[in-house]
Structure formats: structure tokens, C-alpha cells
């Protein structure tokens, strides 16, 4: 069983910054691909970020130059550094991965945690 835990959201001001961190526990033996995404209030699930393995990272025009995606192999774990904050990023922050989790399969699977609130907001 493969879990995603995201921590880091929270209530802070516009101009301000959060941290997000989300990490993979479970029968793991691999992770392609890792990112985030966001769904707002009203309105669809959008990608946020993503990064590879070796590291390539994807960011979204509506936020590149404020946020940035990073991950730690060793750890399983995949990071948003998220810097001047807007209202409009304003929204539930899902981290999601590509993982392997079994020796005996080459077959990877999409998994997601369950969500962190971030909210921008005087």
C-alpha cells in the first residue's frame, strides 16, 4: 500500500510563503514522476508543477518565477516552495506520483494524497 501525506498549507498573507511538502510511504520501489496540482473553489483541477526523477522540473505559466518544485529521492518526498503568494493561488494543493511497488512488475501507478488546504487571504 502506497500512501501520500502533504503538509505544509495554510493561511498567510498575500505576499507571503509557504512550503509544501508531500511524502511517499509504503511498498516502494521507485518513483517516476512527481507533482502538484490544484483545484480552486468552482473550478477544475490544474497542474502546478511537476518534476522527473533526475530532477527536470514543468511549472505552470500562472505561477513560474514565484513557485518552485523540488524533491528529495532518498526521501520519497516532493516539495513546492511557493513565494509571493496571490489570492488566485488560493486553492486545495494535491501532490500526486508514478510509482512502482513491486519488484516482480515493472507497471507504474498513479497515486495522490488526499489534499492541504492553501489559502491567501489580509
Known amino acids: 500500500q502506497v500512501q501520500l501525506v502533504e503538509s505544509g498549507g495554510g493561511l498567510v498573507q498575500p505576499g507571503g510563503s509557504l512550503r509544501l511538502s508531500c511524502a511517499a510511504t509504503g511498498r516502494i520501489v521507485s518513483i517516476n514522476l512527481m507533482g502538484w496540482h490544484r483545484q480552486a473553489p468552482g473550478k477544475e483541477r490544474e497542474l502546478v508543477a511537476t518534476?522527473?526523477?533526475?530532477?527536470?522540473?514543468n511549472i505552470t505559466e500562472a505561477v513560474k518565477g514565484r513557485f518552485t518544485i523540488s524533491r528529495d529521492n532518498a526521501q520519497n518526498t516532493v516539495y513546492l516552495q511557493m513565494n509571493s503568494l496571490k489570492p488566485e493561488d488560493t486553492a486545495v494543493y494535491y501532490c500526486n506520483a508514478d510509482v512502482r511497488p513491486a519488484y516482480y512488475s515493472a507497471r507504474y501507478y498513479d497515486y495522490w494524497g488526499q489534499g492541504t488546504q492553501v489559502t491567501v487571504s489580509s
Open positions: 518534476i522527473t526523477s533526475g530532477g527536470r522540473t
